[in-house]
């Protein structure tokens, strides 16, 4: 059980928009940084997203990154079929003293 | 380009100490948080620990007695220690890190899969 929420799975048609939550708490989503990662079948995480809203360079502006309070979301606009993968939340949990992260959520490009 | 690459055993007894090595290459380690990370076969990501700067490590609350995360500066590497290994340290590794902030880790090494077996 994570400390982060997010849907186990998310589907959408190519070129449709697609949004990922990731629902936290006040000693963790509502008082840091949340980045958000993308993996592949088979390889590595790679980062996507971090302090909130920033991509890092090489990230397309597809993606965007947004929180409120004490949730964050991912936003993927103008979906291909090379974006299906494995997308993990992360952040610093201030009450345990540890980074955590969501329990990942598939998205299936239809 | 910072490369991260993992190194050590792929397979580890029951009981006995997990030991990993990532090398960081195009980069230093210094003033930088570096964790290493771990992914059970079809699950999600873990958190181990990291190592920061001058020497101030922190572990995940699970893990903690078992855990200890160093660095050598002058190999730019850091090294993980998992003692007591059981079945459920199957997992890929991974070291990850580069940010300023903790919980954004800017690289990640490919991982390395480590099985706990007899």
């Known amino acids: 059980q994570s400390v982060l929420t997010q849907p186990p799975s998310v589907s959408a048609a190519p070129g449709q928009k697609v949004t990922i939550s990731c629902s936290g708490s006040?000693?963790?989503?509502?008082?840091?940084?949340v980045s958000w990662y993308q993996q592949l079948p088979g390889t590595a995480p790679k980062l996507l997203i971090y302090?909130?809203?920033r991509r890092p360079s090489g990230i397309p502006d597809r993606f965007s990154g947004s929180k409120s309070g004490a949730s964050a979301t991912l936003g993927i606009t103008g979906l291909q079929t090379g974006d299906e993968a494995d997308y993990y939340c992360?952040?610093?949990?201030?009450?345990?003293?540890?980074?955590?992260f969501g329990g990942g959520t598939k998205l299936t490009v239809l | 380009q910072v490369q991260l690459q993992e190194s050590g055993p792929g397979l580890v007894k029951p009981s006995e100490t997990l030991s990993l090595t990532c090398t960081v290459s195009?980069?230093?380690?210094?003033?930088?948080?570096w964790s290493w990370i771990r992914q059970p076969p079809g699950k999600g990501l873990e958190w181990i620990g990291y190592?920061?700067?001058?020497?101030?490590?922190n572990y995940n609350p699970s893990l903690k007695s078992r855990v200890t995360i160093s660095v050598d500066t002058s190999k730019n590497q850091i090294s993980l220690k998992l003692s007591s290994v059981t079945a459920a340290d199957t997992a890929v590794y991974y070291c990850?890190?580069?940010?300023?902030?903790?919980?954004?880790?800017?690289?990640w090494g490919q991982g390395t899969l480590v099985t706990v077996s007899s």
């Open positions: 990850a890190g580069g940010g300023v902030v903790v919980a954004t880790c800017d690289y």
């Open positions: 195009g980069g230093s380690i210094s003033s930088f948080y």
């Open positions: 190592f920061y700067n001058t020497g101030n490590t």
């Open positions: 006040s000693s963790n989503i509502g008082n840091n940084y």
């Open positions: 302090d909130n809203d």
């Open positions: 992360g952040t610093w949990d201030s009450s345990l003293s540890a980074v955590i």
